[in-house]
């Protein structure tokens, strides 16, 4: 009898539009728009690195999603994030590092060196035949972010990063536990194992 009425009373405050509009307001006003204040902060990043190269800027999205890198036998690792070639896209989990941005924009640059279909088919074969440690691509992209870090973290790169950056990371991490601490009430019982088999 006391466990129903606790699921009655917490489906009661659950449904509540109050209840409802501060997960919503949360998620829009707080989350969402400090993902896209990080990925104008990333763009001026990029487009203060791209005055030492004659190339396309990328887009770039902030995700407090994971990211993942999979090879063609759908083995698939966690990564910090990831250069998509065929979008032009640059995939960042919202924790990542400066050094993490610049080796991504470092992906893009080759990319585009090389053109982007020799670099997307070169990208394909190393991803079926080596781990990312011993990928020639990986080689030359490491190799090139830790010999550029001096010219390209910059004072000013350093600045946006520390003090408009960073503390919008930390922001996102507070309201992300908020918004999971909101949620455990409606997400719980559709995770239950009797939810679950009586929905398939």
């Known amino acids: 009898m006391v466990k129903l009425l606790t699921t009655i009373t917490t489906y009661v405050v659950v449904m509540s539009s109050n209840y409802l509009n501060t997960i919503l307001s949360l998620i829009n006003d707080r989350i969402l728009k400090t993902l896209k204040e990080i990925d104008e ?5 990029i487009e203060y690195w791209l005055k030492h190269f004659s190339i396309p800027k990328p887009n770039i999205i902030t995700t407090v999603e994971e990211v993942y890198e999979c090879n063609s036998g759908d083995y698939c ?6 250069y998509i070639p065929q979008n032009n896209l640059i995939l960042i989990n919202y924790k990542s590092t400066i050094d993490t941005l610049l080796h991504l924009f470092l992906h893009h640059v080759y990319a585009y060196e090389l ?7 070169l990208i394909r074969s190393e991803e079926i035949r080596l781990p990312w440690y011993a990928r020639p691509s990986e080689i030359v992209v490491l190799t090139r972010t830790y010999r550029l870090m001096k010219d390209l973290l910059t004072e000013k790169v350093q600045h946006i990063w520390s003090s408009e950056i ?5 922001s996102l991490m507070e309201d992300i536990r908020r918004v999971e601490y909101f949620v455990k009430p409606i997400v719980e019982p559709m995770l239950r ?6 929905m398939t």
């Open 41 to 45: 902060l990333y763009m001026e990043i």
């Open 77 to 82: 690792k966690f990564v910090t994030g990831k």
């Open 115 to 121: 053109g982007i279909n020799q670099y997307v088919a």
């Open 166 to 170: 960073k503390p919008r990371i930390k």
């Open 193 to 198: 194992k009797k939810y679950v088999t009586h």
